[in-house]
Each structure stands twice: as C-alpha cells, then as structure tokens.
C-alpha cells in the first residue's frame, strides 16, 4: 500500500515535470489573448504552439475532453489566421459582428444539451475525472471559439463564464499555473469585450455588420 509520504512524493515529481511546459504554454496563451484583443492575425500562431503543449498535460493528468479540446484548438489556429487574413466577403479578413439575444439563447440551449449527454457518456464509459463540468467548458469553448473566428463580440462574455469553471477544473488537477492563467483570462476578457465592443462600434455601417450576424 502506498504511503501518504510516496503519494505526496510521487505529485510532487509529476508536478515539477509538468511546471516548465506548463509555464511555456501560459505564456504563449497570454500572448494569444493580448494580440486577439488588438485584432492581430499572429494570435493564432502563439494559440496553435500553446494548444500542442496543454494537449501533452491535460491528456497526462486524464482529462480527456480537455486534451481534445486542445487538439480542436489546434485545428481552428489554422482557420481562424485564414479568417483574419482573407476571409469576409472581399478578402480582406472578418469584421466584428454582433449576435442577438435570441440567437445567443439558442446558442446556450443546444451546447448545454451536448454537454450534458457528453459528460453522462464520459461519467459512464471513461475513465475521466470532473466528467459534467468538464464536458460543459469543452463544449462551450468550441463554439466560442468559432465565435472568435467569426469576430463575434459577445465570444468575451463566454469566455468569462468558461474561464472561471476552468479555474476549479484546474485547480483540483494540481495545474497552478494553468489555473492562474484562467484568473489572468477572466480579467482580460472583460478588457477584450469592451475593446471590441468600442471596436465595432467605429466599423463603417455597425447597424449593417450587426445584421450580417
């Protein structure tokens, strides 16, 4: 039977080979944020080296719908520097667009049904750990970022809510650093919504690009 001193010894080591990774991969995902805040198209090339490194730990500490996740993220820092850099209608990237609350209704209704059924199947058939919550900020997380993609403005305000679950979820895996990155997130979101949200607000027709939503 393993004593508390070699399980405490055994978290210890695992903690300290994970940290500079770790640590390497929340400083390329503050400089994602930073440069999507300013709109810059070079945010997705920190997201796509920061999403190979936290697919590595989350998939070592057995949380499987976030190792994926961070292979989808991989897949969108691809799409979205298309999007930014020749998508819209003229090529010349995406404009802000704003959703309506109808809209963002349906959005929240049909991604918490997913994530339900998903946390029951992984609760029953795997052997992830937090399995409801941790289907909950996958699921929203995917379609929030194509939100980002998209230049939808309101993809701040979920985030916030994302950001603070993930705090818990990382918290009681021993990531640290990654749970600091999230508090570091939910501030900066806040600053990113309203920096877009004024943003959009100096785009020529707003009312035209609101309805393109």
């Known amino acids: ?9 055994g978290v210890w080591a695992d903690a300290h080979a994970l ?10 995902a503050v400089a994602y944020l930073l440069l999507a805040m300013r709109q810059s198209q070079w945010c997705w090339a920190c997201a796509a080296l920061s999403t190979l490194i936290f697919t590595g730990l989350f998939w070592h500490v057995s ?8 292979l989808f993220y991989l897949v969108m820092a ?10 819209g209608e003229n090529g010349n990237g ?12 349906v959005v929240i209704s049909a ?3 997913l994530a339900l059924l998903m946390g029951y199947l992984m609760d029953t058939h795997t052997h992830a750990d937090l399995a409801y919550l941790d289907a909950m900020t996958t699921c929203f997380a995917v379609v929030t970022t194509f939100m980002v993609v998209r230049k939808v403005v309101e993809n701040w305000l979920y985030w916030i809510v994302i950001n603070s679950a993930s705090i818990y979820l990382y918290l009681s ?10 508090l570091l997130y939910v501030v900066l979101a806040w600053i990113g ?9 100096l785009q020529p027709c707003p009312s035209l690009a609101k309805r393109s939503a």
């Open 1 to 9: 039977m393993t004593t508390v001193s070699e399980f405490l010894s």
């Open 19 to 28: 940290t500079g990774w770790e640590a390497l991969a929340v400083a390329l």
């Open 63 to 70: 949380l499987l719908m976030e190792s994926l996740l961070n």
């Open 78 to 87: 691809a799409y979205g520097y298309w999007q930014w850099r020749s998508g």
């Open 94 to 105: 995406v404009a802000l667009v704003r959703w309506s609350w109808r809209r963002h209704a």
């Open 111 to 113: 991604t918490a049904g």
């Open 173 to 182: 895996k021993g990531l640290a650093l990654s749970s600091g990155l999230y």
């Open 193 to 201: 919504y309203q920096q877009w949200r004024q943003q959009f607000r």
